[in-house]
């Protein structure tokens, strides 16, 4: 008798033991869930890090990739600047004029024969006349200049009134009348030599 009273009286503490598993199984839960919302709290603040540094990141690398509008116009422009100095220089060499200096359009070929003259003409008369072998072949040069200049633009109405062709016309003019005087040989004095130098001086600012 006394072992089953024993037994009956260990009986009640039974649920209450279970109560206690039941309150440290609740605590237990608690602590759980607290530990998961921090989890899920970190993890979404990681997350919202990482899609901040993503979204940062995509950011700059499309302000690096895009070109701003100011870029992009001047580029244009750039383009265009260089199309239509391709298709300048192109018309440039297929037009038979050409702008002077003074701003006048003439005919390239007349522009390019009076230059020769004046190029070759100033060095002949620079050339120093002891050194008969280099002053044979600039005098050699200024004549076959002037020869095709007057073959191809005396008296052409085109151009005989241009200011070049005027102040050509007289230096060409003042060598042929001294050397018809005084001979093919004859030293040209410095007198007539400054005169014709600044003809061509004034004739090649027209040209």
Request: some cysteine.
């Amino acid at each position: 008798m006394a072992s089953l009273t024993s037994v009956k009286m260990l009986l009640p503490t039974m649920p209450h033991s279970t109560g206690r598993h039941k309150a440290s199984d609740q605590l237990r839960s608690r602590c759980f869930d607290r530990l998961s919302c921090e989890g899920a709290s970190s993890r979404r603040e990681l997350v919202l890090r990482c899609g901040g540094i993503s979204i940062a990141s995509c950011v700059m690398l499309n302000w690096v990739l895009t070109p701003s509008p100011a870029w992009a116009e001047e580029e244009s422009n750039s383009r265009e600047d260089k199309n239509e100095g391709v298709v300048g220089a192109i018309k440039s060499l297929f037009d038979p004029n050409e702008k002077t200096k003074s701003g006048k359009v003439l005919p390239k070929a007349y522009l390019n024969s009076a230059r020769d003259v004046v190029k070759t003409l100033r060095e002949s008369l620079k050339e120093d006349p002891k050194d008969m072998v280099q002053f044979r072949r600039t005098a050699d040069a200024a004549k076959q200049s002037i020869r095709d200049y007057i073959n191809n633009w005396k008296g052409q109405k085109t151009v005989i009134n241009e200011e070049s062709y005027v102040m050509l016309e007289k230096a060409i003019r003042a060598l042929a009348n001294f050397y018809s005087r005084a001979g093919p040989s004859a030293p040209l004095p410095e007198e007539i030599k400054s005169e014709i130098l600044g003809d061509l001086n004034t004739a090649e600012e027209f040209l």
